[in-house]
């Protein structure tokens, strides 16, 4: 015997009410494109409010201002990569990423990694007056500047600040939710540089710079707890999930290690064998690069990382496909800037600032060979993806022992423009690494790495020619 059973259709009323099924890869694409466009708006936009002050403020201060500062921020900045233990990346990757538990654990050991930072920084700023008056560096130095040490123990009280950073601006990153967090970065950025520029006119001092960055720091702790949807943080360290994030954070403690010596060395070396206006020249030209690699880092971690991450947990067969087809634009940005650079930097420099920074347009030159091997950055957010953080300390550590063997080999034998060639290409020693790493992992593509090359001949053509123009119209500039 057959029952029949009878079902009554659906009114129209609901069905409206309720959203048509999206396929899996359309909603993923979707998701990522949108994050794309926020966090590239918000980085574009940050930069060039960043890019604006600079030229403002190189006329307020005087170059040697910028050799101190950048010695005060790498301290500061290679303090916290050192006790860097990955808490974003493991609320990113982690299934409990959304658990309350987890995020208050998280959020609690953000706060206690704050107070370590400064603490250690007010160490070092100890370190760098007794290393002075030891004479271990020369007079005319940038550690030898008597304002540096009081420097760093005021600027890194940003780090304090910065450890109250609510969880929500992670699960924001988590769930590929950009709009808002590229509004909390644009606000903070804009109060930071506007307090710049207010104190650098009114003093002409580089305490402007500092005062500003606690500023930005007050600014954007505030909106991510006012400003961002989610769940308040309250203080907690669940055993569990405390020792996750540090099981996770062994492996990323390890690659920001190197990491850090491999970002952060360039200016920790050169600061002993320069004076602070050559290392102000030379910031300049790094600040410059690093506009336009701070940009692709951003995607790679905050996008890159999180993308990848779903497609390795729901279709990890699509993983080759997606991860070269994210790399093409990429590439062609980084290789067709490092030919413009090359082909343009001079005049780039000379329109740009005064005559007092004209020297850095041979440093902005040398330092464009660097954008070549930055394109390999995403790699970075796909091992992470894949569950195989130890690749990342693996290149970290390869790239920073060349660093730390290269530059003072250039220094030796061709003084500082031998350094700076050390600091563009150290990284070329990692590049069979990651060859081999993605091989292994059956994502090889070699005919792709040498293809995207063809675009830096074309970068220069265009440097070159812009160069061209600018000479050609000294009068409109």
């Not at 030229?55 to 500061?76: C, S």
Request: hydrophobic fraction near 55%.
């Amino acid at each position: 015997m057959v029952m029949v059973v009878e079902t009554k259709p659906t009114p129209k009323a609901v069905l409206r009410g309720v959203p048509a099924p999206e396929k899996p890869d359309a909603s993923l694409r979707a998701r990522v494109l949108r994050a794309v466009g926020w966090s590239m708006a918000a980085h574009v936009s940050g930069y060039g409010l960043r890019f604006v002050a600079s030229l403002a403020m190189t006329r307020l201060l005087a170059p040697e201002m910028f050799g101190v500062m950048a010695v005060a921020t790498v301290v500061q900045v290679v303090t916290a990569m050192l006790c860097d233990v990955g808490l974003r990346q493991a609320v990113i990757q982690s299934p409990r990423g959304d658990n309350r538990d987890f995020l208050d654990t998280a959020w609690t050991m953000q706060i206690i990694r704050g107070g370590i930072i400064w603490v250690v920084c007010c160490l070092c700023a100890l370190a760098i007056v007794w290393a002075v008056n030891s004479g271990f560096f020369e007079p005319g130095s940038v550690y030898a500047d008597p304002v540096l040490p009081y420097i760093i123990v005021v600027i890194s009280l940003s780090a304090v600040i910065m450890g109250f950073q609510s969880t929500k601006s992670m699960t924001s990153d988590r769930h590929l939710n950009q709009r808002q967090l590229a509004m909390v970065e644009l606000v903070s950025q804009a109060a930071a540089l506007i307090v710049a520029f207010i104190i650098g006119y009114a003093t002409g001092s580089i305490w402007s710079f500092v005062v500003s960055a606690l500023a930005g720091a007050i600014v954007n702790v505030a909106m991510t707890h006012f400003y961002l949807p989610g769940t308040r943080n309250r203080w907690r360290l669940d055993p569990a999930c405390f020792r996750e994030l540090i099981g996770f954070g062994r492996w990323m403690f390890i690659s920001s290690l190197f990491t850090v010596l491999a970002a952060n060395g360039d200016r920790i070396m050169l600061a002993g064998w320069t004076d602070p206006v050559v290392l102000g020249l030379y910031v300049l030209a790094f600040n410059l690069i690093a506009m336009i690699d701070g940009a692709g880092g951003r995607l790679f971690w905050s996008v890159g990382t999180a993308a990848f991450s779903k497609i390795a947990n729901e279709r990890p067969e699509a993983m080759r496909a997606a991860y070269y087809r994210s790399r093409l634009p990429f590439d062609i940005i980084y290789v067709g800037c490092g030919g413009i650079l090359y082909g343009g930097g001079e005049a780039i420099i000379q329109v740009l600032y005064d005559a007092r920074y004209e020297q850095a347009g041979r440093i902005l030159q040398i330092l464009s060979f660097g954008l070549l091997l930055s394109r390999f950055g995403l790699t970075s957010a796909l091992f992470l993806a894949l569950g195989k953080p130890k690749y990342l300390g693996l290149i970290a550590g390869i790239k920073a022992a060349a660093l730390f063997i290269t530059v003072p080999l250039g220094h030796h034998i061709m003084g500082f423009d031998g350094a700076l060639w050390g600091i563009a290409l150290h990284g070329v020693v990692t590049v069979p690494v990651i060859f081999f790493l993605k091989w292994r992992e059956g994502l090889g593509r070699p005919w792709f790495e040498l293809a995207v090359l063809c675009f830096w001949p074309v970068g220069y053509a265009i440097g070159q020619l812009t160069s061209a123009a600018l000479l050609w119209l000294p009068g409109v500039f």
